[in-house]
């Protein structure tokens, strides 16, 4: 019952979100956006964002290696698909990592608090990662904001560094070896995801000037899908976007279009996942399929 209200509640959140976003743009106008998209510069998107991905699972590879888990890559990148197909299909969006700690306890006999602490520190490690991009971001590109010394928000790059190391030496202090590569795994897969979103907001025509202002809000929104109180972030992202558009002096439907792009785009690439679903046994063998 708990969790069917928690459900409930988040799709509310997700529904109300929607709506504002629809009372405040105009929607014929994102329509136009997307389906008038250059669809060269979607596939390139695409591409970029499965690369991203592919790096995302090495990196969680890197923090198996220290319980010891000792996973192929391809076995290692069949579970990182299915858990990302996983975290789009069910509620609350951390679906794939219980299916992880799952699959990992029944095939490997590990400590299931341990493996948890792993997904735990490699979310920290992209939580940090996108943090670092924004104050880059605030310090360089950004001027539009009523944010005090921005212009300084380079300063606070190591303290950021400092403050993740510190987290993940409290959530898992057998992993602080690996961290600093994890750190630069993190690095490169949001920066390939910013050329992904990057390629978006070229397909749907959006002004090179204002490529800053898209790639903030697109970590902004990064953020605020991630918390859970919503459906996968449905509504919460688009929401981000029509939010800060309003600020940054972007255009809002531009904005969301992005958003809702960026969104199929993730999408489409979680779909192999479904072989996975249907043939778990799959993930085990050495062939991709």
Excluded at 60 to 65: G, P
Excluded at 153 to 180: D, E, L, N, R
Excluded at 225 to 244: D, K, M
Aim: include cysteine; hydrophobic fraction near 55%; glycine fraction near 8%.
């Amino acid at each position: 019952m708990k969790k069917a209200i928690q459900t409930i509640l988040k799709i509310l959140v997700s529904g109300a979100a929607i709506w504002w976003v629809l009372s405040k743009v105009d929607v014929h106008e994102v329509i136009s956006y997307v389906a008038e998209a250059d669809y060269t510069y979607l596939l390139l998107a695409l591409l970029a964002y499965v690369i991203s991905q592919v790096f995302s699972a090495e990196r969680i590879n890197l923090l198996y290696k220290t319980v010891p888990l000792r996973l192929s890559f391809g076995e290692n990148l069949k579970l990182y698909w299915l858990g990302m197909f996983y975290n789009f299909f069910l509620p609350g969006g951390v679906g794939g990592d219980g299916y992880k700690v799952y699959y990992l306890k029944k095939n490997y006999e590990c400590k299931v608090k341990r493996v948890v602490a792993l997904l735990l520190s490699d979310r920290v490690s992209g939580l940090v990662a996108i943090v670092i991009y924004i104050l880059i971001l605030l310090s360089i590109f950004i001027s539009d904001l009523p944010i005090p010394y921005q212009d300084y928000g380079w300063v606070m790059i190591p303290f950021a560094v400092a403050g993740y190391y510190a987290v993940v030496y409290f959530i898992c202090k057998s992993t602080i070896g690996q961290s600093w590569l994890v750190l630069i795994y993190s690095m490169v897969i949001q920066g390939l995801q910013m050329v992904a979103v990057v390629l978006i907001a070229n397909g749907i025509g959006c002004e090179v000037c204002m490529m800053p202002d898209y790639v903030f809000l697109f970590f902004i929104s990064s953020i605020a899908s991630a918390i859970p109180v919503s459906i996968g972030g449905v509504g919460l992202r688009e929401a981000t976007f029509a939010f800060g558009s309003q600020y940054l002096n972007v255009d809002d439907g531009q904005a969301v279009a992005l958003s809702i792009v960026f969104y199929l785009t993730s999408l489409v690439a979680s779909l192999p996942g479904i072989a996975y679903m249907l043939k778990p046994e799959w993930i085990k063998k050495h062939k991709m399929l």
